[in-house]
């Protein structure tokens, strides 16, 4: 679809997004809290552009035990007034719409949540996304705690297209 915001894009920026288009599947670690045992689950995750091409949406499923079915909903832009990557989310897990923002550090790209209730409480979220080159890439959500970020889930997306 061709309109006057496609004339307008950071192309080179939204095309840094690329690694995460496609059909993934993972399998993940959760630490759910420092008193709770680490659980893995299995977590897919489809990516893909907008029509117009400003936005790298992404709808991710996961069955976590001690927690439930999650699923999730993702659109990712680059701002190029601010120079910052931004991620408007809405999760099972979250009461509230996510939004984070972020940049790249050296091959991963770092972003950081505005405060938001989820089955933690009120939390503030880093997520680390690195590309590794070979239709796959790693994911790290760290959570805010009193002694700074902890890790709290993990995972490698794989790619594997759905047979259709």
């Not at 399998?27 to 790298?56: I, K, M």
Request: hydrophobic share 35%; net charge negative.
């Amino acid at each position: 679809m061709k309109t006057w915001i496609s004339k307008h894009l950071p192309r080179e920026q939204l095309q840094k997004l690329d690694f995460m288009v496609g059909e993934f599947s993972s399998w993940h670690t959760l630490w759910p809290a420092p008193d709770r045992p680490a659980v893995q689950y299995r977590s897919v995750l489809n990516a893909s552009r907008e029509g117009c091409d400003r936005f790298l949406r992404t709808e991710q499923f996961s069955d976590v035990p001690g927690i439930g079915l999650v699923s999730s909903t993702w659109l990712y832009t680059y701002d190029p007034k601010s120079d910052v990557y931004r991620a408007y989310g809405f999760s099972s897990a979250y009461e509230d719409a996510v939004q984070f923002e972020g940049t790249w550090d050296g091959d991963a790209l770092v972003m950081l949540s505005s405060p938001v209730n989820g089955y933690c409480g009120l939390q503030r979220y880093r997520h680390t996304i690195t590309p590794r080159g070979d239709s796959s890439w790693d994911f790290l959500e760290e959570r805010w705690d009193l002694a700074g970020f902890i890790l709290h889930a993990s995972g490698t997306y794989i790619e594997c297209p759905i047979a259709g």
